[in-house]
């Protein structure tokens, strides 16, 4: 699987999925708060499916 995520991108995608994971459970949003994991996995392994599709690269090394 080739990396298509960059830093900035993968570091915002954690912790935008960190904070909604936690909304969700803590009750502070519904069950659509859990979406979050979809955001958490794709920067943790740095490569976004829907990236590929589209033929995005935010990586500043290339592979």
């Known amino acids: 699987m080739k990396i298509n995520a960059g830093?900035?991108?993968?570091?915002?995608?954690v912790l935008?999925?960190?904070a909604l994971i936690a909304?969700?459970?803590?009750?502070v949003v519904g069950l659509w708060g859990?979406?979050?994991?979809?955001p958490l996995l794709t920067g943790?392994?740095?490569?976004?499916?829907?990236y590929s599709l589209l033929g995005i690269n935010t990586c500043a090394m290339r592979r």
């Not at 909304?23 to 009750?27: F, L, S, V, Y």
């Not at 943790?44 to 829907?50: E, S, T, V």
């Open 44 to 50: 943790a392994i740095g490569n976004c499916p829907l």
């Open 23 to 27: 909304m969700a459970a803590t009750g």
């Open 7 to 13: 830093t900035l991108d993968r570091t915002l995608r």
């Open 34 to 38: 859990w979406i979050g994991l979809v």
């Open 16 to 18: 935008v999925g960190l």
